[in-house]
């Protein structure tokens, strides 16, 4: 299948070869993180003159920690990935080169790692690759910030109505193109976290969270079942995050934010273009942080505290996916934790 908007989607877009069962980067295209490494590249969204304003990302805990005396590449590191890749052990191996870099300029104190939304199930990537051992040595603690650990209904709203993020690009022309994004599959909602709970109803049908399958193969979608096993397959064989990590976890998130449940549909659905929109839905609402439900955010820890695990969870009443970051208790606990 061809992309449309060819220029803007052959960059953040890909192909997928059912065949081969693996996503196909447009010819010629490498996108990289700029300053990788460095904390410039988890500052802002985009640190443009224009841009750099309109979505702060850790800017306000790196200038904290700075004030403290943190310094960029000595004692404090942004370990970025592709969002819109999933987690590879190539890229897993850069973060633990990164992690033994802080740790070995800091008289071989273990490092404390912050991760945020999609970049819990990335670290725990890691975590699995560099095995327990590694992680005792070099890790102190894990804070995950608004963790999008069983994916969001909003990545299914996503390709069907596409968001703008406050980027001022056209939210149904990302429609078509979330369809061609990697980790935007991994982010779909993952059954096991929402039992029983409906995901989507149309006047003759409900679907449940364990027939997005079907959901997705009724609009006509493309190679569904072979894109959900290449994405959400890189974390299968972990049983959905069963073993739980061997150093402290502490845990952020928000809640009694209205965050996306339940597609309604008007119509009932039927093959479509694949690559055009739906308008003719509306939404019903849980609790969350905005963009991932609760029960996502909370999934793994609940279970890792059940098994003893040494976990922490807090609740930040109002807290929204990102803005959270912003928020001084947060901040004041990453500074406590840091020093």
Known sequence: MELRYPCFSAYLGQNFSATDMKWV???????????W???????????????????????????????????????????GYQWYDVPTEEWAHKIMDLIEDMYSKNNNNPVVVVSHSMGAPFSYFM???????????????????????MGSPKALNFMFDGIDYKIPI??????????????????????????????????????????????????????????????????????????????????????????????VFKKDIVKSDPEGTWTDDSVLYGDGDGTVPAESLRYPTDKWASKGADVETHYIDKAEHVKI??????????????C
């Open 127 to 149: 975590l699995q690759t560099a095995g327990d051992a590694w992680v005792k040595q070099h890790i102190h603690k894990l804070i995950y910030v608004a963790p999008a650990w």
């Open 37 to 79: 490494g460095k904390v410039y590249a988890v500052d802002t969204l985009d640190p443009s003159a224009v841009m750099k304003n309109v979505i702060p990302y850790y800017h306000d805990m790196i200038q904290a920690l700075e004030n403290v005396g943190y310094i960029d590449g000595v004692n404090m590191a942004g370990g």
């Open 325 to 338: 970051l912003y928020n001084q208790d947060l901040i004041n606990a990453v500074i406590a934790e840091a």
């Open 170 to 263: 056209a939210g149904k022309a990302l429609a078509p193109l979330s369809r061609h994004v990697p980790t935007v599959w991994m982010l779909l909602p993952w059954a096991d976290a929402y039992k029983g709970k409906i995901m989507a109803t149309s006047p003759s049908k409900n679907y449940t969270y364990d027939m997005i399958e079907d959901l997705l193969n009724d609009i006509g979608a493309q190679d569904v079942e072979a894109k959900l096993k290449t994405t959400m397959g890189v974390f299968n064989k972990y049983n959905n995050y069963e073993n739980p990590p061997p150093v402290p976890v502490i845990t952020y998130m928000g809640r009694n934010v209205d965050t996306l449940s339940t597609l």
């Open 25 to 35: 980067k447009t010819e010629g295209v490498n996108l990289s993180v700029p300053e």
